[in-house]
Nanobody
């Protein structure tokens, strides 16, 4: 059974940091590209960052470049999103996605709220 379980979300003040984790099981993690998406209320889900099967092949959307870092641990079957210098506009539900074919796997999401 495929599982992607996000954790690490919460309430943080502007300028603070959070580290999201997405623990996976049930598929060959090292063979899948992994991504983090987010969806704010009333907005479409958007790509935040992605990482290929080779860990140094990463992409970060311009709005988070220099603040967020995606990484993966193929021994722990886990992908991470380190989020620093958080802004109120980063408030959203964050989802991880695993993709190798045309049918990706999604996690259930974790809420990140940036507010003073």
């Amino acid at each position: 059974q495929v599982q992607l379980v996000e954790s690490g979300g919460g309430l943080v003040q502007p300028g603070g940091s959070l580290r999201l984790s997405c623990a996976t099981s049930g598929f060959a993690f090292s063979m899948y590209a992994m991504s983090w998406y987010r969806q704010a209320p009333g907005k479409e889900r958007e790509l935040v960052a992605s990482i290929g099967t080779v860990a140094d092949n990463t992409y970060h959307v311009d709005s988070v470049k220099g603040r967020f870092t995606i990484s993966r641990d193929n021994f722990k079957n886990t992908v991470y999103l380190q989020m620093d210098s958080l802004k109120p506009e980063d408030t959203a539900v964050y989802y991880c996605k695993a993709q190798r074919t045309s049918l990706p796997y999604w996690g259930q999401g974790t809420q990140v709220t940036v507010s003073s």
